[in-house]
């Protein structure tokens, strides 16, 4: 009973693995097919098609995540904090997405990458079960700031530097991807 709340993070991020592997997947088949080239020449920009790519998988993890939060039954968190916590969980889908997407150069290799991403997004959690200084140093992987914030949650503590820090983490890594991405990619 100790570990559900650990159960449920674990749920929780698997929308967001699973939305960003599904449309880095659809970006990789485009990237097969040589569809990115003909995306470059829509009425948009290609920025801007990836950028509504993103929000989808986005918009989804959060809707997920507050979900298994909300009607699991298995935590009790006030709604203001499982928002917060959800829009964290929601801001890894673009960074699974750009990081397989930019890095993978065929589907093979996505699933490679794929399998990496997914352990050193869960990899954090481990701070819960180990007490070594060092574990804090899983502070600059994004969901390190999203367990945390899940955890002071639980525990009815402050929850905003949390929020804060893990918002930051994400965006700036989200950028830099995205950046990358562009330069690669397109």
């Known amino acids: ?24 997947f659809i970006i990789l088949d485009e990237k097969d097919e040589n569809v990115i080239q ?10 801007l098609f990836m950028l509504y790519r993103l929000v989808f ?11 298994i939060i909300t009607f699991s039954g298995i935590v009790s968190i006030s709604i203001i904090n499982t928002i917060l916590i959800s829009i964290q969980y929601a801001l890894a889908a673009p960074i699974i997405t750009l990081l397989i997407a ?11 990458y794929f399998k990496g991403i997914d352990l050193v997004l869960i990899l954090p959690v481990m701070v819960f079960f180990l007490s070594s200084p060092f574990m804090h140093l899983f502070a600059i992987v994004p969901s390190y700031w999203t367990y945390r914030l899940f955890e002071k949650s639980i525990n009815h503590s402050q929850t905003f530097v949390f929020f804060i820090w893990g918002l930051l983490v ?3 890594t989200i950028l830099i991807l ?9």
């Open 170 to 172: 994400h965006l700036s």
């Open 1 to 24: 009973q100790e570990y559900y709340y650990i159960i449920v993070m674990f749920a929780s991020i698997q929308t967001a693995i699973m939305f960003g592997f599904n449309i880095s």
């Open 57 to 67: 998988a986005t918009l989804y993890s959060f809707v997920g995540a507050f979900c």
């Open 102 to 112: 930019t890095f993978a150069n065929n589907k093979i290799e996505g699933i490679a």
């Open 178 to 186: 995205f950046k990358i991405f562009k330069k690669k990619v397109f």
């Open 38 to 47: 003909v995306i470059r020449v829509l009425p948009i920009s290609a920025s």
